[in-house]
């Protein structure tokens, strides 16, 4: 019974720790405009065509989703799409009338028909503003520099400055006393003179 028993908690304990010892899910890849999948004209060709308003509400939310996803990811891609599907819309603009009336899916229709054209990042413009932004970094490095190498300068002026002081305080200081030696020494001398004429 304990052997049984043992064998039941080893098992246990391995399947544990084959669950616990699982890699770790790897986060997702960034999506690229080759992953969005966008909904070619046939396809809103063939529901206009079937004349059922709901497929086609439904469908054209999907393509103004998906308009929205390219712009953020691929913008000249987005910008194509669109193109093609405002052209398609405004080539077809009464058969779709007829099909949706003036409903809410009339009105998605013509917020696509009418959605602004897509603006394409300036690259000119963008690498003109990081030269200029390379350049103030140049001048500002530069400008540090100097700064920098001038207080380095005023630092090793005062050390001299500083050391200039203290040689003339040496000198002073040495001056001054072998002035008070030299009198010392005149005292010494005037002194010895003095006894030795009173000891005569």
Request: aromatic content about 2%; charged content about 30%.
């Amino acid at each position: 019974m304990k052997k049984v028993l043992f064998i039941a908690l080893a098992a246990a304990a391995i399947t544990f720790t084959g669950c616990t010892n699982k890699p770790a899910t790897t986060e997702p890849e960034p999506t690229d405009s080759a992953q969005v999948e966008v909904i070619p004209v046939d396809s809103l060709q063939a529901v206009i065509e079937a004349g059922d308003t709901t497929a086609i509400g439904n469908l054209f939310t999907q393509v103004q989703s998906k308009i929205e996803e390219l712009k953020n990811i691929d913008p000249a891609k987005a910008k194509e799409y669109l193109a093609t599907v405002q052209t398609f819309l405004k080539e077809n603009a009464e058969k779709i009338k007829g099909v949706v009336g003036t409903g809410a899916v009339a009105g998605l229709i013509d917020t696509v028909t009418n959605l602004p054209e897509i603006e394409l990042p300036n690259v000119g413009e963008a690498a003109a503003e990081a030269v200029e932004e390379a350049k103030d970094a140049v001048e500002g490095a530069k400008d540090a520099a100097v700064d920098a190498a001038a207080e380095k300068v005023n630092e090793a002026a005062a050390k001299v400055e500083e050391k200039v002081d203290a040689a003339k305080q040496k000198v002073e200081d040495a001056a001054n006393k072998a002035v008070e030696d030299g009198k010392a020494a005149v005292k010494d001398a005037a002194a010895d003179a003095a006894n030795k004429l009173l000891k005569k």
